[in-house]
């Protein structure tokens, strides 16, 4: 089973536009963190967020942020005021204790910000 | 900081050659990793250091694929013989584990293998 599923392949926002890319996950560790990566089309992987399985509160860097659910296992990303510089790749990407801390990525969402 | 730092940034070679991809990790990270990006498989972890030590090494492709870290400064991957499907972007990346759990990963710019 994927431990992490990013199902939308590829999205379309109208700029200035908010919008919400999905992440499942798996797992049966209680320790794990969860994270999200942009990947322009210049080729380099960008840190974004970061949300651990024990925050109460979901995460927010600037105009991102993270809806975590855990009872449901998904930690979407969303874009508030969506900017044509947005429009890259986007990785969400899970570490888990038991896997000695090293992660998995999901095959990730192209997101394309329309002006 | 500089980041993590990846030589050399583009490679060609002809088959059968050998490749050696290097990294510098960011200083005080003690965790580093190869990864292999291509259209067709993704990103997929290839090996996994920790203090230097070798954790998982299970992505790795073939016997063909090596990867050294001598100090926590420096890692290399090398590919002997190298082939047409190595081409690629290989990533190095850095993080700092702490509890059991890896902090955010910092990439490097990639190196693009391409072997003809």
């Known amino acids: 089973a994927q431990k992490i599923t990013q199902t939308q392949p590829g999205m379309f926002v109208q700029e200035k536009e908010a919008v919400t890319l999905d992440c499942t996950y798996d797992?049966?560790?209680?320790?794990?963190?969860l994270f999200w990566y942009k990947q322009p089309s210049s080729g380099e992987m960008i840190f974004l967020i970061y949300?651990?399985?024990?925050?109460?509160q979901n995460a927010t860097e600037g105009r991102y942020s993270l809806n975590f659910q855990k009872a449901r296992k998904s930690a979407n990303l969303v874009i508030s005021a969506s900017q044509l510089g947005d429009s890259a790749m986007y990785f969400c990407?899970?570490?888990?204790?038991?896997?000695?801390?090293?992660?998995?990525f999901g095959d990730g969402t192209t997101l394309t910000v329309k002006p | 900081d500089a980041g993590v730092i990846q030589s050399p940034r583009h490679e060609v070679t002809e088959m059968g050659q050998e490749v050696t991809l290097r990294c510098k990790p960011i200083?005080?990270?003690?965790?580093l990793f190869w990864y292999r990006q291509t259209m067709m498989r993704g990103l997929e972890l290839l090996i996994y250091?920790?203090?230097?030590?070798?954790?998982?090494d299970s992505g790795m492709p073939e016997d063909r694929f090596s990867a050294k870290m001598p100090n926590a400064s420096f890692s290399t991957l090398k590919i002997q013989p190298s082939e047409p499907r190595d081409s690629a972007v290989y990533f190095c990346?850095?993080?700092?584990?702490?509890?059991?759990?890896?902090?955010?990963?910092?990439f490097g710019q990639g190196t693009r293998l391409t072997v003809v």
């Open positions: 990346a850095s993080s700092l584990l702490f509890r059991g759990l890896n902090t955010e990963a910092f």
């Open positions: 250091f920790n203090n230097n030590v070798p954790i998982d």
């Open positions: 200083s005080g990270h003690n965790s």
């Open positions: 797992t049966s560790d209680q320790s794990y963190g």
């Open positions: 990407a899970m570490r888990e204790e038991s896997n000695a801390g090293k992660s998995t």
């Open positions: 949300q651990g399985s024990y925050d109460e």
